[in-house]
C-alpha cells in the first residue's frame, strides 16, 4: 500500500516544518526505502506495514496530536496540584517557640567545590543554632545538622522554613522525610508562600551579615570556610549587639528548650474514634478494599482518619491535617 492511500501520511507531509538543508539530506539518507515497525501493530496498520519515505519528518508535538487524533496514544491524567497549608504569623513569646531554617546560597570554594550553608537560627532571640556548610541540600546530610541541634539545645515547638527540598516536596501536604521526622518529634512545620522570602525576613538578613562576614572572600576548601562559619556564629551570637533585643547580645537571650530529644520516637497515638492505617513501603493503605496512595515520606507510618461528614474523611498524622478523603472518588485532596 503507498504513501499516498494513508491519511496520516498525507497530514505529515502538509504539517511539516521545514528543516535545513543538512537535516533533510540525513533524513532522506536515513529513510530511504520503508522499514517495517512490528512492535505497534495500529501504527503499522495506518502505513500497510511500513514507514512511507517522508523527506522532511514534522515536529514532536505535530506527531503526538496526529497519534492522538488517531487514537494511538493515551493522555496521561494530569495530577490534581496540592495547594499550600498557609502561613501562620509569626508569634514568639519566648525561645525556642519557633525556629527557622533556610540554605544560603550555594557557592564554589577555592578547590571548585560547591558549599551549600544550612543555618538554624531561634526566632525570639535572633541566636545563631546552627551554621554548618553540606556537599548538597539532600535529607542525609542535613538531618544529622538538625539533630546535633536538638541533641544540644532541645526540640523547638515549631521550624519555619521556604518550599524547597529538603524542607518540603510537591506530596500532599508538602510531606518529605525531613518533616514527617519533625512531625512524629511533635515540632510543627510552618512553611512560607512560594517566592515570598521576606516571610521570613529576619533569617533572610542574617543571611547578607553571614555573606558579608563569612563568605567573602571565599576560603580554599569547605573545611576552611566551616571554619569561617563556626567563627561567624561565635561572633554573631556573643558580641554583635540586635536592636531587636535592646541592644543585648543573643547569648544573652537565648535559653535551651525543656523539650529534651528524646531516646526513642513513640508512635503517634490517635483517639478511639480514628480510623488508624499503615504506610506501605510503596506510599499506600488499604481503605475499603482499595489502595490508595498518600506519599513516599510516610512509608511505615500510622496515620489516623476520621470521618467529619458522610463519606469524608480527615486523614491526619500525628496532630497534623494532612488531607481530605471523599468515598465517592476516593480520591485525596490536600
Known sequence: MGAAASPIAADVRTR??????????????????CTP????????????????????????STTAELLARRGLVRRRR?????????VVPIVTSAPNDLWTADFKGQFRTGNRVYCYP??????????LVSCHGLLSTETALARPVFERAFR?????????????????TSAVHGLSHLNVWWMRLGIAHQRIHPGCPQENGAHERMHRT????????????CAAQQKQFDAFRLEYNTERPHEALGQETPASRYRSSTRPYPARIPAPEYPGHFLV?????????RFQHRLLYIANALVDQWIGLEE?????????????????LDERDFLIRG
Open 16 to 33: 511539516a516544518r521545514p528543516r535545513c538543508a543538512r537535516r533533510s539530506r540525513n533524513s532522506s539518507a536515513n529513510s530511504a526505502g
Open 37 to 60: 515497525i512490528g512492535a505497534h501493530a495500529n501504527f503499522c496498520g495506518c502505513f500497510g506495514g511500513a514507514i512511507p519515505r517522508i523527506e522532511d519528518w514534522p515536529a514532536a
Open 78 to 86: 494530569r495530577r490534581r496540584p496540592h495547594q499550600h497549608p498557609g
Open 118 to 127: 544550612l543555618t538554624i537560627a531561634d526566632q525570639h532571640t535572633r541566636f
Open 152 to 168: 544540644e539545645f532541645g526540640l523547638p515547638r515549631a521550624i519555619r522554613t521556604d518550599n524547597g527540598v529538603p524542607f518540603a
Open 210 to 221: 553571614l555573606k558579608r562576614r563569612a563568605v567573602k572572600p571565599v576560603q580554599r576548601t
Open 277 to 285: 492505617k499503615r504506610v506501605t513501603d510503596a506510599g499506600t493503605f
Open 308 to 324: 467529619t461528614d458522610d463519606g469524608v474523611w480527615s486523614i491526619y498524622f500525628n496532630t497534623v491535617l494532612l488531607a481530605t
